[in-house]
């Protein structure tokens, strides 16, 4: 079965810094889709940003960057220039093609936004 | 266009009651997926329906189904509750199933409490 793993459960940075989210996940498939998901308190999960396998190139939302190693199965996630609206729980999330929609979820890591 | 909307939002049930939770995906959406996030066990996949049928199942027990009806509208039950089962249950639709650029788009939760 597909893990995903966040070892950093709390994260701080100063607003307009960058900081930097782990994620490592374990699977036997070499095709499949990760995903950087933020659940700020009002609890509605919101995509940042997804990356799919077969691309080498490194996925790009504004402000929000990852940094995919498939041999590593290392999927970190950037953020630029923080601000006080980043500050979330973010969780990292793996999905097989042939699953359906089904994700596997990492345990997240609050991030805190420090003003 | 509306989001996802899951109702109720709030709900206490004692031990040993059963419960229903509705969901509504985004209009045109067919596949709509179930989660439960605790504090312990984090984000888990219940079930993903897909055009009323059942597509994929979590680690959970038989006590919790659910059900999709024509108009893509899911409901989950959860029988027997136990204090355990206190969790958010987080809804997530999606316009297909397991295609490549197939998004998830979250429900705000449902906060079930079991005393």
């Known amino acids: 079965a597909q893990t995903v793993t966040q070892s950093q459960p709390e994260m701080s940075v100063q607003e307009a810094e960058t900081v930097t989210l782990s994620c490592t996940y374990d699977t036997s498939e070499s095709d499949y889709y990760l995903f950087w998901y933020k659940q700020p308190p009002s609890r509605q999960m919101i995509l940042v940003i997804r990356q799919e396998a077969y691309k080498q190139q490194n996925a790009t939302e504004n402000r929000f960057s990852v940094n995919f190693q498939k041999a590593a199965k290392s999927f970190s996630l950037k953020i630029s220039d923080s601000q006080l609206g980043d500050a979330a729980m973010y969780f990292c999330a793996y999905r097989d093609p042939g699953a359906g929609n089904m994700l596997t979820f990492g345990g997240g890591t609050r991030l805190m936004v420090k003003p | 266009k509306a989001g996802v909307t899951q109702t109720p939002r709030y709900l206490i049930k004692t031990r040993g009651q059963q419960v229903t939770l509705s969901c509504s995906p985004i209009?045109?959406?067919?596949?709509v997926s179930w989660y439960q996030q605790t504090p312990g066990q984090g984000l888990q996949f219940l079930f993903e329906?897909?055009?009323?049928?059942?597509?994929n199942k979590g680690n959970f027990p038989g006590r919790f189904s659910g059900r999709q009806f024509s108009n893509s509208r899911s409901e989950m039950n959860v029988s027997t509750l136990e204090l355990g089962d206190s969790a958010l249950y987080l809804c997530?639709?999606?316009?297909?199933?397991?295609?490549?650029?197939?998004?998830?788009?979250f429900g705000q939760g449902t906060r079930l409490t079991v005393v």
């Open positions: 997530a639709s999606s316009l297909e199933s397991g295609m490549a650029n197939t998004e998830a788009f």
């Open positions: 329906y897909f055009s009323e049928t059942q597509r």
């Open positions: 209009s045109g959406h067919r596949s």
